[in-house]
């Protein structure tokens, strides 16, 4: 059906009628050239003007408003089920799908479709739009950049009452979304009205968060489930362990209960690699990990206390602030301590105190952030007190590579999941550290100011090119680094895998040296104490006792001395000095008689 639609207008609107017609030329007027004019003019030769479009501006600057965004769902009614019809009874919607094949114009319409979807198939067939054409060609090596770092956006706490930014994590589909966990870590210090309340952001829009998560306690670690992306766990302050359906909204959909979860704040949960994908386990400063099944999460499945003394007494125990886990390894995983000792654990050990395998002592502080690397396993980074440290199982007495001290206390870390040497710190000085060991080992290859506040946390995306950092104050900033530093090097696997066994081999030679050595120092000291007990005489102990008192009575009677001939001497020089006061006395009392008879009545 054509829509035609016609405007009408008088003739007298238009104005008057324009009657065109050819002409030939006229000369109106004619100026004959005037030679005095032309000396009044100097030529230049030759003539240069630039011209350009614009007016020349100066370099300047504007800041505009934000532009805040709102998403709202509509719900469209017409065009799907009639009233009548309940699409969720079966009954009512076959009977209403029978009625609608039984139409004339049901057949033509689908046939219609039909030749439009064979195309659509045709063509999808012929050419698939998301091949990677070069995907199999080595990347090019990125070596004349310099590193460099932006921010993207930043996510504000939208509190009142500012807690900090415990723990970050992204959406494992596309990384489009980032879970923040607030909370405050001050000891009975929580600022009164503080709300409990997290956030998930959509990357798109840094105003408004997308969705909040509503505990029961404020939010210490929150982590995406890998296998279910609508699924968050998340561990509390005040040791229960919470779960999410983002699909059923805000409240908490599982919850522990407080006589079975842990006394001290959760600082670590970790999703498990399993078929259901519904197992995790957490960890606190009580010394306690567990593991769970949050389709129940009334008690855990199974808990470990970590103890290194393996007595298994939970008075004992160092208290968990971190925690690592490698899939590639399901049966190991790694504990950090309140103590600065990493404790190396294998699930799979038939009795609990198996199952703590061997200690790392490296650390004179918390050790706060625990990360294998993602290229070679056996060597994993630790983050505590003022450095940050590389490790390898094979050499437990001390780090194989480690940073110089810094002034400000290290609070988080963590590995490029694209380059193998490359690796991210957080200070609390707001600073964000970029190391590249290949590159440079004594100082970071890029150190970025990302805010006043400390940063107390820090995720990598899984491309390597976006960092989120949160600050104490629950600022979130997103930053992207530049792409040599997301972008795997030639030959950058070899070179840190040979820097690796290389320095492990230098602390092995250096561990067995310092074992020789201690060894001849311990047989000397064996050695001259068998030599004393074969010299010396059986003596009584009752003789011994009887000697030391004499000598230190000896030396009290000696000390007493010393004082009594001190006080003597003091005395001696007293005496004159008093005789020649008294008779100075008594020459002022004769002056005082002789002078009233001097003097007239």
Avoid at 127 to 147: G, H, R, S
Avoid at 335 to 353: H, L, Y
Avoid at 425 to 431: P, S
């Amino acid at each position: 059906m054509e829509i035609v639609y016609v405007y009408v207008k008088k003739r007298s609107e238009f104005g008057k009628q324009c009657n065109f017609s050819d002409h030939p030329a006229d000369l109106n007027v004619d100026i004959p050239p005037n030679p005095e004019l032309a000396q009044q003019y100097m030529e230049r030769n030759p003539v240069d003007i630039g011209i350009q479009c614009s007016t020349s501006m100066s370099e300047h600057e504007a800041n505009t408003e934000r532009f805040e965004m709102e998403t709202r769902g509509v719900n469209h009614v017409e065009g799907g089920w009639p009233k009548d019809v309940n699409p969720l009874e079966l009954e009512q919607t076959i009977r209403f799908r029978k009625k609608v094949e039984k139409d004339e114009n049901y057949i033509n319409t689908i046939m219609q479709l039909g030749l439009v979807m064979e195309h659509c198939i045709k063509q999808n067939n012929a050419i698939d739009i998301y091949q990677e054409y070069f995907d199999d060609v080595d990347p090019v090596e990125v070596t004349e950049e310099a590193p460099s770092a932006k921010t993207i956006s930043v996510f504000r706490d939208p509190q009142d009452i500012k807690r900090s930014a415990t723990h970050l994590s992204w959406h494992p589909d596309g990384n489009r979304k980032l879970a923040v966990a607030y909370s405050c870590l001050n000891f009975q210090r929580a600022p009164k009205g503080m709300s409990h309340d997290s956030y998930i952001w959509d990357l798109e829009n840094p105003n408004r968060p997308e969705l909040i998560l509503k505990p029961s306690s404020p939010l210490v670690t929150l982590e995406y489930n890998p296998k279910d992306s609508h699924v968050l766990l998340g561990g509390c302050y005040n040791g229960q362990i919470a779960c999410w359906d983002t699909r059923k909204g805000s409240l908490v959909a599982e919850l522990s209960t407080i006589e079975f979860s842990h006394q001290d704040p959760v600082y670590g949960t970790i999703w498990l690699q399993s078929k259901t994908g519904t197992e995790c386990f957490s960890a606190s400063t009580d010394g306690q990990v567990m593991w769970w099944d949050i389709r129940k999460l009334s008690e855990p499945t199974e808990v470990v206390i970590m103890d290194i003394t393996r007595k298994e007494q939970l008075e004992n125990a160092l208290g968990a602030i971190s925690l690592e886990f490698e899939s590639s390894l399901p049966t190991k995983f790694m504990v950090g301590t309140e103590q600065g000792i990493i404790i190396s654990c294998n699930r799979k050990a038939k009795t609990s105190a198996e199952k703590i395998v061997c200690t790392f002592p490296g650390h004179h502080g918390p050790v706060y952030a625990l990360q294998r690397n993602p290229f070679y396993p056996k060597n994993f980074l630790s983050i505590g007190d003022w450095t940050a440290r590389i490790w390898s199982e094979d050499s437990r007495e001390s780090s194989i590579m480690w940073t110089k001290y810094h002034m400000a206390y290290l609070t988080d870390g963590a590995w490029s999941p694209v380059r193998p040497a490359v690796f991210f710190t957080t200070k609390m000085d707001g600073t964000l550290d970029i190391w590249d060991f290949v590159f440079k080992q004594c100082d970071p290859a890029l150190s970025l100011k990302v805010c006043d506040e400390a940063l107390s946390c820090l995720r990598v995306q899984d491309n390597g090119c976006f960092i989120a950092c949160g600050s104490q104050l629950g600022t979130a900033t997103l930053l992207e680094v530049s792409q040599g530093l997301c972008t795997l090097q030639r030959n950058e696997k070899n070179i840190a895998s040979s820097i690796f066994e290389r320095e492990t081999r230098r602390e092995k030679i250096l561990e067995a040296r310092n074992r020789e050595m201690r060894l001849k120092e311990k047989g000397k000291t064996e050695g001259k104490d068998d030599e004393l007990r074969e010299e010396a005489p059986a003596i009584d102990l009752e003789q011994l006792v009887a000697k030391a008192e004499e000598e230190f009575f000896d030396i009290i009677y000696k000390e007493l001395k010393k004082k009594e001939v001190e006080a003597m001497k003091s005395a001696s020089l007293k005496k004159p000095r008093v005789e020649a006061e008294e008779e100075k006395e008594g020459e002022g009392e004769v002056v005082e008689e002789e002078n009233p008879e001097e003097t007239p009545a």
